[in-house]
């Protein structure tokens, strides 16, 4: 069992080195799948646990990799895959298992899925994704445990998703990469990452336009080739550093970090009195003034990212007055309220909407981390919470942060990661 524990008071002041985006290097590894020659390098890779999960079953499908910690590089050889079924006790514990079923169809003609798994949020279909490789050719047989999509070769099509999913524009992006003919994907995801596999997808051979604007075009090519390609910054690590400067009243320098990328993030993190300036590649970011209340309303890109929520309703607690959150991309997001109620805050849940009700000063307390956004939230609370905060569990939290620890303890703060009780192990 692994737990964060956390005492509050210092400001943090210093210097973070953003990770590279889990959203970006799952999809990627999945990409990577796609070639069935040669070897893909993946540079600035994020040593976190969803990561070493997609090692994992990599593996189990044939392909060879090497996460080489320290350099943060991934490389990877698929040009054997040897099995389409993506096993049930790896697949259910990230989100990004789904990324590798294009690549099972195109290069085994079948994918058995025994389940995705990913931060429990409410309701997170994938209707989008089969309905769409069906779109394209391929069967897709259901039953309560397992999805086999079968395949003999695919063929470019319309398709139309009802809502931007970030990781269904991915899979049906890479689907098409190699079906005949040409596919158009209306309404699709516009997120930095998306646009971030789509360039490396290009580099492999893939022909792809319209990356950004929300009709993506896919002209199918006969084979894709491995590439090195350099993951882009995390804009959730970055939002999440940035929040704890200003909770804490800190300054910190987020080298890495896209200021860009951040969107309204930034814009409402300036509304509460907090202050960016970008020196080069270099983002500075401290707090102003004291904590002003703010409103936000989660939505696709270029929309308030929903997984800077979490954490912006903790910066919220802080905040002098009255604030506003309405969560629109999932239905079961807001476990964080009771937690940090349980820290004296003031968060009162109605439906899809909260209201944060501050300044209350937050005492330390043992909180559950019930996802991976709200694992990081409670970190924050923590870290402008009187007395010491435990967390866990911080596996949800690793899912997503590398060596969160070390840096935040960089920038002073009072924080240790531990695994108990069977090994004692203090990190
Ligand atoms: C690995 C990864 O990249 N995860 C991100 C990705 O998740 P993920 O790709 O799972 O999120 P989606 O964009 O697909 O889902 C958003 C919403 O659309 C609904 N939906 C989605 C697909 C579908 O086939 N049918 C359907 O109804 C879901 O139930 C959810 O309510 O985007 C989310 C929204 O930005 C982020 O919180 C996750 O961090
Ligand atoms: C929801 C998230 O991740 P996943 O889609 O991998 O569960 C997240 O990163 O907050």
Same mark, same amino acid.
């Given at each position: 069992?692994?737990?964060?524990?956390?005492?509050?008071?210092?400001?943090?002041?210093?210097?973070? $080195?953003?990770?590279? @985006?889990?959203?970006?290097?799952?999809?990627?590894?999945?990409?990577?799948?796609?070639?069935?020659?040669?070897?893909?390098?993946?540079?600035?890779?994020?040593?976190?646990?969803?990561?070493?999960?997609?090692?994992?079953?990599?593996?189990?499908?044939?392909?060879?990799?090497?996460?080489?910690?320290?350099?943060?590089?991934?490389?990877?050889?698929?040009?054997?895959?040897?099995?389409?079924?993506?096993?049930?006790?790896?697949?259910?514990?990230?989100?990004?298992?789904?990324? $590798?079923?294009?690549?099972?169809?195109?290069?085994?003609?079948?994918?058995?899925?025994?389940?995705?798994?990913?931060?429990?949020?409410?309701?997170?279909?994938?209707?989008?994704?089969?309905?769409?490789?069906?779109?394209?050719?391929?069967?897709?047989?259901?039953?309560?445990?397992?999805?086999?999509?079968? !395949?003999?070769?695919?063929?470019? @099509?319309?398709?139309?998703?009802?809502?931007?999913?970030?990781?269904?524009?991915?899979?049906?992006?890479? &689907?098409?990469?190699?079906?005949?003919?040409?596919?158009?994907?209306?309404?699709?995801?516009?997120?930095?990452?998306?646009?971030?596999?789509?360039e490396m997808l290009t580099r492999m051979g893939?022909?792809?336009?319209?990356?950004?604007?929300?009709?993506?075009?896919?002209?199918?090519?006969?084979?894709?080739?491995?590439v090195e390609h350099?993951?882009?910054?995390?804009?959730?690590?970055?939002?999440?550093?940035?929040?704890?400067?200003?909770?804490?009243?800190?300054?910190?320098?987020?080298?890495?970090?896209?200021?860009?990328?951040?969107?309204?993030?930034?814009?409402?993190?300036?509304?509460?009195?907090?202050? $960016?300036?970008?020196?080069?590649?270099?983002?500075?970011?401290?707090?102003?003034?004291?904590?002003?209340?703010?409103?936000?309303?989660?939505?696709?890109?270029?929309? $308030?990212?929903?997984?800077?929520?979490?954490?912006?309703?903790?910066? @919220?607690?802080?905040?002098?007055?009255?604030?506003?959150?309405?969560?629109?991309?999932?239905?079961?997001?807001?476990?964080?309220?009771?937690?940090?109620?349980?820290?004296?805050?003031?968060?009162?849940?109605?439906?899809?909407?909260?209201?944060?009700?501050? !300044?209350?000063?937050?005492?330390?307390?043992?909180?559950?981390?019930?996802?991976?956004?709200?694992?990081? &939230?409670?970190?924050?609370?923590?870290?402008?919470?009187?007395?010491?905060?435990?967390?866990?569990?911080?596996?949800?939290?690793?899912?997503?942060?590398?060596?969160?620890?070390?840096?935040?303890?960089?920038?002073?703060?009072?924080?240790?990661?531990?695994?108990?009780?069977?090994?004692?192990?203090?990190?």
């Open positions: 069992m692994v737990s964060y524990r956390v005492r509050g008071g210092n400001a943090l002041r210093g210097t973070a $080195f953003i990770q590279g @985006a889990k959203n970006a290097v799952l999809p990627m590894i999945g990409a990577a799948l796609l070639a069935a020659k040669g070897r893909t390098v993946l540079r600035n890779v994020p040593i976190i646990e969803d990561v070493r999960r997609a090692v994992e079953l990599a593996h189990t499908i044939g392909a060879k990799c090497e996460l080489h910690e320290a350099e943060r590089t991934l490389v990877i050889d698929a040009s054997e895959l040897t099995s389409a079924k993506l096993p049930a006790d790896i697949a259910r514990r990230f989100r990004g298992s789904v990324l $590798f079923t294009p690549a099972l169809l195109h290069r085994l003609g079948e994918a058995v899925v025994e389940g995705v798994g990913g931060c429990n949020l409410g309701s997170r279909n994938l209707d989008f994704h089969y309905l769409g490789y069906k779109r394209l050719g391929a069967a897709v047989e259901e039953n309560e445990t397992v999805i086999h999509v079968k !395949a003999a070769g695919l063929t470019g @099509a319309k398709l139309y998703l009802d809502t931007p999913s970030h990781t269904g524009t991915e899979n049906l992006i890479m &689907a098409a990469a190699l079906a005949k003919g040409t596919t158009v994907i209306e309404n699709a995801a516009l997120e930095p990452e998306v646009l971030d596999v789509i893939a022909r792809i336009s319209g990356g950004g604007t929300g009709f993506i075009t896919v002209e199918g090519v006969d084979e894709l080739r491995a350099t993951v882009m910054p995390d804009r959730l690590d970055a939002g999440v550093f940035a929040m704890a400067a200003a909770i804490t009243g800190g300054e910190v320098n987020l080298v890495g970090a896209s200021l860009e990328h951040l969107g309204v993030v930034r814009w409402k993190l300036e509304q509460m009195g907090v202050e $960016f300036a970008t020196h080069g590649a270099v983002l500075h970011v401290r707090r102003e003034r004291p904590l002003r209340p703010i409103n936000i309303i989660t939505d696709t890109y270029p929309g $308030f990212a929903t997984d800077l929520q979490s954490p912006m309703m903790t910066v @919220a607690c802080l905040a002098d007055g009255m604030s506003y959150i309405h969560e629109r991309i999932f239905d079961g997001r807001f476990a964080l309220a009771g937690e940090l109620n349980k820290m004296g805050a003031d968060v009162e849940v109605d439906g899809s909407r909260a209201i944060v009700k501050g !300044a209350t000063p937050l005492q330390g307390a043992d909180v559950t981390a019930h996802d991976l956004r709200s694992g990081i &939230a409670l970190v924050l609370a923590g870290l402008a919470a009187e007395g010491e905060t435990r967390i866990a569990s911080g596996y949800l939290i690793d899912r997503g942060h590398s060596y969160l620890a070390e840096r935040m303890r960089a920038l002073g703060a009072d924080i240790t990661r531990e695994i108990l009780p069977s090994t004692g192990t203090v990190s």
